[in-house]
T-cell receptor, first 112, second 113 residues
Framework: DAGVIQSPRHEVTEMGQEVTLRCKPI?????LFWYRQTMMRGLELLIY????????DSGMPEDRFSAKMPNASFSTLKIQPSEPRDSAVYFC??????????FGSGTRLTVV | DQQVKQNSPSLSVQEGRISILNCDYT??????FLWYKKYPAEGPTFLISISSIKDKNEDGRFTVFLNKSAKHLSLHIVPSQPGDSAVYFCAASGLRGNEKLTFGTGTRLTIIP
């Protein structure tokens, strides 16, 4: 199993541009989570899906952030328009029912 | 509102000695606790967990202790090895890990050879 796959690994973009982060969860895992890591707040949950349905998006910072999971093998996190304060490492994780997470390697986003 | 707190951002320990990482939580609904370890440029990986019905769980060099009355847990690593140098995150869940995890801010552990 290849694990949770995130792309791109690094993204540098200009303020105001649209950014799309991608995640392929482990096959058979029915929950998918998007986290953001910053020095000040550590790992904070943005949104999670169960069986492709968004369950809790209370951590999404504002309307500029949106996430989709069109099928069990793919999810996207989109930021439009991006701002410098969005610079962080974004992690995707997946989980089978009743067990802990497996994280991807993350996408380091820099907005200049 | 930080429901899971790791008040020590960093810790340095001599190789061979015991490392103790601490974590406090405020939400009484948490009943499952986990520690994750993170190396640079990698995602966090699961290390050890404990259910609220226990007060200790041991796995090799790693032991997690839970004090429910104090809402405090700790991770003990003994003996500490250079490969243990990483960032350690404490996390909590309302169910056995199949719902969202609430993470702390992490503690960077450095093992000094």
């Amino acid at each position: 199993d290849a694990g949770v796959i995130q792309s791109p690994r690094h993204e540098v973009t200009e303020m105001g541009q649209e950014v799309t982060l991608r995640c392929k969860p482990i096959s058979g895992h029915n929950s998918l989570f998007w986290y953001r890591q910053t020095m000040m707040r550590g790992l904070e949950l943005l949104i999670y899906f169960n069986n492709n349905v968004p369950i809790d998006d209370s951590g999404m910072p504002e309307d500029r952030f949106s996430a989709k999971m069109p099928n069990a093998s793919f999810s996207t996190l989109k930021i439009q328009p991006s701002e410098p304060r969005d610079s962080a490492v974004y992690f995707c994780a997946s989980s089978p029912q009743g067990y802990g997470y497996t994280f991807g390697s993350g996408t380091r986003l820099t907005v200049v | 509102d930080q429901q899971v707190k790791q008040n020590s951002p960093s810790l340095s320990v001599q190789e061979g000695r015991i490392s103790i990482l601490n974590c406090d939580y405020t939400n009484s609904m948490f009943d499952y606790f986990l520690w994750y370890k993170k190396y640079p440029a990698e995602g966090p990986t699961f290390l050890i967990s404990i259910s609220s019905i226990k007060d200790k769980n041991e796995d090799g060099r790693f032991t997690v202790f839970l004090n429910k009355s104090a809402k405090h847990l700790s991770l003990h690593i003994v003996p500490s090895q250079p490969g243990d140098s990483a960032v350690y995150f404490c996390a909590a869940s309302g169910l056995r890990g199949n719902e969202k995890l609430t993470f702390g801010t992490g503690t960077r552990l450095t093992i000094i050879p």
